[in-house]
């Protein structure tokens, strides 16, 4: 059976592409026109993928626009989800993070409900609670390791002691998710955000061969070029870039997919030319 | 305008009661005959509602089993809500955590949209990333410290430096709820699994004036006097002592409502007489 990181190295090697898109659907910034039909949110989110679905490695939604939109916004997603090709994998930025019977009750909703091929969790409440999600051998953990938001030192920068050794929290559970993900088949990865270049740079050191999904690319800094420089592995792959608003509200007219397209291809073509031995140096 | 913390107060002395009923929906174990109705979700929640009302200071659905059941377990959590008293408050279990524009997102999901009072959320990604969820301010926010599981350990008693001084991560975060709920309305609150007496003692003592939301509590073990005495506040208040299973599941024929209720009785007078002054010593 062909796992979560198979299917992501398939889509990334086939698209040449370490860009994920987000599918963060807002009704007050979609094109002009869209919102009038019952359908929007699968007409628009269906009309990103058909624009981008050769430059991507994945797509994400976050749940939390769908679920602000009530019962319309599970049911966009649900057909959301049916519009994107089955060799694209899908993530779930969920950051589901409880216990138990909980536990199995979110990964039954995210992996058979909706059936996606991944989701972000939170680390807090211990690895026996992410443990139902792993049950789901063909899917993928994205587990939080250093956040992109400015507060996210609060907790992740404490120094612990783990281990005997002196080190920010985030670094402790980069390497219990190491371990974790070595006594398994490779269901794990990581979050860390692209406004933590030099983390990023320590996390990929101490996860060498683990997916990373990076958020937090600013649309015109140059976090974008750190991000894949620092984030990819040694053979330039398994990072995960996602870029959301500035691709999929990049045009505001009816040809509102090709503005998108050539976003996406703006970012990738600068995207691929930062991997070593790829760029102009 | 009143606050969570308010009508936390008011339901809980109103019916003598710290006690509230977790609503985790689960098809295999509703009562015979409910099933066959697509309304079953509101149905069954409402017959524990009608049959407790009197005797409980909250009620929480733990989201994770109405996502479980797709666009039905939406539908039905939204129609479970509109069942229960306006002077009863809400929980919405929920343990998100998440940044920015997600994190508003999520708050307008559960106290717009759904409505619920107050929420659980997990702290990893910082206090910003909850700063969303505060600005409803008359609605309530539980953040998780200690949580009730086996290896909530994993991180939560990790040992850190925190001005200074050396204590337990879920201690680190016990006090910067109590500095940052200082700073606002009195808003937050604590989540602490029963299953950890000692650690719930040491947080009350942290936090003498949160409401303390605990989970864990064995249907036939000694941890609901313990939480109870633990973790209610000097005047035996401010504790939210969860029970789901052994109450609603407690019947299984066509007088499961009796069943609950009376289950629901039981367990309030174990709690009412486990407080100082009020049991047999």
């Given at each position: 059976?062909?796992?979560?990181r ?134 993928g953990?994205l587990i939080?390791c ?28 980069a390497?219990?998710v190491v371990?974790?993900n070595g006594?398994?088949?490779g269901q794990c990865g990581l979050?860390v ?10 996390i990929r050191?101490l996860a060498p061969d683990l997916p990373i999904l ?19 592995d040694?053979?330039?792959?398994l990072a ?42």
């Amino acid at each position: 059976m062909s796992g979560f990181r198979e299917k992501l190295l398939a889509a990334s090697r086939r698209n040449d592409s370490l860009l994920c898109i987000g599918l963060d659907v807002d009704p007050r910034r979609v094109p002009p026109g869209l919102l009038e039909s019952p359908g929007w949110i699968e007409a628009f989110n269906r009309g990103i993928v058909e624009a981008t679905s050769d430059l991507v490695c994945a797509y994400k939604p976050n749940l939390a626009f769908y679920e602000a939109l009530g019962l319309d916004g599970w049911e966009g997603l649900r057909r959301t989800l049916a519009a994107i090709p089955r060799d694209i994998p899908v993530i779930a930025d969920a950051k589901r993070g409880d216990i138990g019977s909980t536990s199995e009750a979110y990964a039954r909703a995210l992996f058979e409900v909706l059936g996606f091929d991944a989701t972000t969790l939170t680390p807090y409440v211990g690895l026996d609670g992410l443990e139902p999600f792993l049950r789901y051998d063909d899917r993928g953990l994205l587990i939080l390791c250093k956040t992109s938001n400015p507060g996210s030192g609060d907790f992740q920068d404490l120094a612990v002691e783990w281990r005997g050794q002196r080190m920010p929290l985030y670094q402790a559970v980069a390497q219990r998710v190491v371990e974790w993900n070595g006594h398994r088949s490779g269901q794990c990865g990581l979050v860390v955000g692209a406004t933590y270049p030099s983390q990023l740079k320590e996390i990929r050191a101490l996860a060498p061969d683990l997916p990373i999904l990076i958020p937090g690319v600013g649309a015109q800094s140059r976090s974008l070029e750190e991000a894949v420089r620092l984030g990819a592995d040694q053979r330039g792959e398994l990072a995960i870039v996602n870029v959301s608003r500035s691709i999929i509200y990049a045009g505001g007219g009816t040809d509102w997919q090709q503005a998108v397209r050539a976003e996406a291809l703006r970012t990738v073509e600068r995207m691929r030319l930062s991997l070593p031995g790829r760029g102009a140096s």
